[in-house]
């Protein structure tokens, strides 16, 4: 398995407002996620940051909203630009261990946004 | 498109006893990955138990167990004894083949455990 930390786990921000989520693994990775959960759903793939290559973003999700970055193995972080209230979600970072008899997602403990 | 459906919103069970959660998934692909995964309330998504779609036997993890039925598309999760600890939301999540990486995960099944 892999351990996974991020940074913050909870913040409130003000409407218009930038806020920048740390995600950090405890062994070099591949691929790195990031889903954004809303309360009481299930999870939606935002982006896949891969380190050394630009992040591929799913559909409804743009690069100017959610800015990635991936500088090395362990390391991403997500960006929520010009929050708005419908931002309020818990985001969640990602890694697949791969190599094993199964390739397997382990999470991080997740971030929860309230935008105001 | 590969989906996968949770037809149970809430479950309850009382201590000790044994909870079924449902799970069904559509997909023409015959390699692929199944997954549970339990989210408490302190919100950590955790990995309860994995299966290979190319293996008969079905996955166990002490108290936990899974009924894969590959042609029913059909993957539900049993609990055993359950515990208070086990109070949670369950997500089911498929995995297509090696080569593509994108988790598909159903809306979840809340598991109440009654004292």
């Known amino acids: 398995s892999a351990v996974i930390s991020q940074k913050p786990s909870r913040d409130i921000c003000q409407r218009g407002t930038s806020l920048t989520i740390q995600c950090q693994v405890d062994?070099?990775?591949?691929?790195m996620f990031w889903y954004r959960q809303q309360p009481g759903q299930s999870l939606t793939l935002i982006a896949t940051?891969?380190?050394?290559?630009?992040?591929?973003?799913e559909s409804g999700f743009v690069i100017d909203k959610f800015p990635i970055s991936r500088p090395n193995l362990t390391f991403s972080t997500l960006t929520v630009s010009n929050m708005s209230p419908e931002d309020s979600s818990i985001y969640l970072c990602?890694?697949?261990?791969?190599?094993?008899?199964?390739?397997?997602?382990?999470f991080g403990p997740g971030t929860r946004l309230t935008v105001l | 498109a590969q989906t996968v459906t949770q037809s149970q919103p809430e479950m309850s069970v009382q201590e000790a006893e044994t909870v079924t959660l449902s799970c069904t998934y559509d997909?023409?692909?015959?390699?692929?990955?199944l997954f549970w995964y339990k989210q408490p309330p302190s919100r950590q998504m955790i990995l309860v138990i994995r299966?290979?779609?190319?293996?008969?036997q079905n996955a166990t993890e002490n108290r936990f167990s899974v009924n894969f039925q590959k042609a029913a598309k059909s993957f539900s999760l049993k609990i055993s004894d359950s515990q208070l600890g086990d109070a949670a939301m369950y997500f089911c999540?498929?995995?297509?083949?090696?080569?593509?990486?994108?988790?598909?995960f159903g809306t979840g099944t809340r598991l109440k455990v009654l004292a």
């Open positions: 940051a891969n380190q050394g290559s630009e992040a591929t973003y």
């Open positions: 990602s890694v697949e261990l791969t190599g094993g008899p199964t390739d397997t997602q382990y």
């Open positions: 062994s070099q990775v591949t691929m």
């Open positions: 997909t023409s692909e015959s390699d692929y990955y």
């Open positions: 999540a498929y995995r297509p083949p090696p080569g593509t990486y994108k988790y598909i």
């Open positions: 299966q290979e779609a190319y293996k008969q």
